[in-house]
Nanobody
Framework: QVQVVESGGGSVQPGGSLRLSCAASGSSSSFSTMAWYRQAHGKQRELVATTTSGGTTNYADSVKGRFTISRDNAKNTAYLQMNSLKPEDTAVYYC??????????WGQGTQVTVSS
């Protein structure tokens, strides 16, 4: 059974940085797309960034130039480097790994709080 686990969340002051990690276990198969989403309190979950197996990346306009998504296919792991963090980045961050056949696996989420 595939398990996806995020780590690296925490509290940081505005302007600070955090690096999130997301690792899949229980599967030797690769994933076509790895993505990060976030959900702020009282708001809908939104897509933050995606990366494909071919290395194509996409970002939400709100994080372009500040966040960088990357992946290590050998480790079935994705990362989200977050710089110049703002209070509006405060949310629970989730990763989702999607197989070539379209099946997606979600992590349980990790809290990121940006506050002075």
């Amino acid at each position: 059974q595939v398990q996806v686990v995020e780590s690296g969340g925490g509290s940081v002051q505005p302007g600070g940085s955090l690096r999130l990690s997301c690792a899949a276990s229980g599967s030797s198969s690769s994933f076509s797309t790895m993505a990060w989403y976030r959900q702020a309190h009282g708001k809908q979950r939104e897509l933050v960034a995606t990366t494909t197996s071919g290395g194509t990346t996409n970002y939400a306009d709100s994080v372009k130039g500040r966040f960088t998504i990357s992946r290590d296919n050998a480790k079935n792991t994705a990362y989200l480097q977050m710089n110049s963090l703002k209070p509006e980045d405060t949310a629970v961050y989730y990763c989702k790994f999607t197989r070539w056949g379209g099946i997606g696996y979600w992590g349980q989420g990790t809290q990121v709080t940006v506050s002075s």
